[in-house]
């Protein structure tokens, strides 16, 4: 099982950004997804979740400003990110909480997808 992430970038302060993470290989099912972000010289901090079912949960800080979703069709994630701000410069790592399947053995395991770069500034 594989996570790719892909839409981070360069931002203006107010600006908005959209993040997506899609989950490859041998899949039974998808059960939490959620994102990270490590600015530098701290650590890995939740930014939101959502189970299976789409029930999200948001760190406090980005509550109001970040919305997290998830297409189980295509086993992606998403976070939608508005009114930026330079803090929210960082890493963002996208994980899952994957049920597989290999030769026939069911198997749990916890993905992490290399990390896309968000910064904010002017």
């Known amino acids: 099982v594989q996570l790719q992430a892909s839409g981070g970038g360069l931002v203006q302060p107010g600006g908005s950004l959209r993040l997506s993470c899609a989950a490859s290989?041998?899949?039974?099912?998808?059960?939490?997804m959620g994102w990270y972000r490590q600015a530098p010289g701290k650590q890995r901090e939740l930014v939101a979740a959502i189970t299976s079912i789409g029930s999200p949960n948001y760190a406090d800080f980005v509550k109001g400003r970040f919305t997290i979703s998830r297409d189980n069709a295509k086993n992606t994630v998403y976070l939608q990110m508005n009114s930026l701000k330079p803090e929210d410069t960082a890493v963002y790592y996208c994980?899952?909480?994957?049920?597989?399947?290999?030769?026939?053995?069911?198997?749990?395991?916890?993905?992490w997808g290399q990390g896309t770069l968000v910064t904010v500034s002017s």
């Open positions: 994980n899952a909480d994957v049920t597989g399947l290999y030769s026939g053995t069911y198997y749990v395991t916890s993905e």
């Open positions: 290989g041998s899949i039974f099912r998808i059960n939490h």
